[in-house]
């Protein structure tokens, strides 16, 4: 694992000689012509706000980790990764501190045409997976076993798509409904791809004494072929858990962004305008609680 550098990215639109393509709550997309550049910003975001300050190394430690996931399943599926090397893109970021900055939050992607599914993969019923079940013993339209206890894990892990939204958020659908969109075929190809990696993963993760509870995936078409695309087994994309904290019936503190939500829930703020900044000390123990599961993921 490199030495975490402790430097913040809040934009590169003005380090870069790239159109901006799109720009995400933390990732933003620039055009290099054949191919894509992902940039990870250290941009933080809860409850659909943006929030400030930007969270330390937060971009360099998704960046990271994506890589790191990326490299131990692309013998069983390959994604979009070009090359991560920031000293190949002389010609678009020139200036040598900037590609300091850049260092280690970049990703040259290939042009993949995105499937507009989200792939949710749960192992474990919990989050909106438990609310679901609690009122109507279903997840996204599927019918589960009675009994099932906030945070057990399930038998066998299931298949939870969602719709994905430009504009607001993405909506949960059923396995079927998902068929009508993008075809029987590519939906199963989808819902077994994705629960192979999240199985590759879990095991990985249950013997650095983590639990992965939960994965989200977004998958692609590049030259005819299903890859998987944008980011993998990210805090951000995952829901983490230490085996130590590990309980039924509880809200587990998942090894993520939690202090911030934590805090913001809190504070009093109503959620309907712009929240206050966030204290130092909840900032620093979010930027640790990243480079925590970095560290004891990789090393």
Known sequence: MLAVITKILDSAVELLKAPLVHKGKVRELY????????????????????LKPDVPDKGYVLNALSKYWFNVTSGYMKNHIVHTDVEQLHAIIPDA???????????VAKKAERISIECVVRGYITGNGWRQYAQTGEINGRKLPEGLRKNQRLEDPIFTPAAK??????????????????????TYELQEKSIMLYTLAHAICEQKGIILADTKFEFGIYAGELIIIDEIFTPDSSRYWSQENYALDIEIDSMDKEPVRTYLAGSGWDKNSEPDELPASVVEETSNRYKEILRRLTE
Do not use: C, P, W
Not at 97 to 107: G, S, T, V, Y
């Open 31 to 50: 055009d290099l012509g054949e191919n894509f550049l992902i940039v990870v910003t250290d941009r933080i975001s809860a409850f659909d706000y943006m």
């Open 97 to 107: 501190e900037a590609r300091e900055l850049l260092k280690e939050r970049i990703i």
């Open 165 to 186: 939204n430009d504009v607001g958020h993405d909506e949960d659908i059923s396995v079927e409904q998902m068929a009508a969109l993008v075809g029987e075929n590519l």
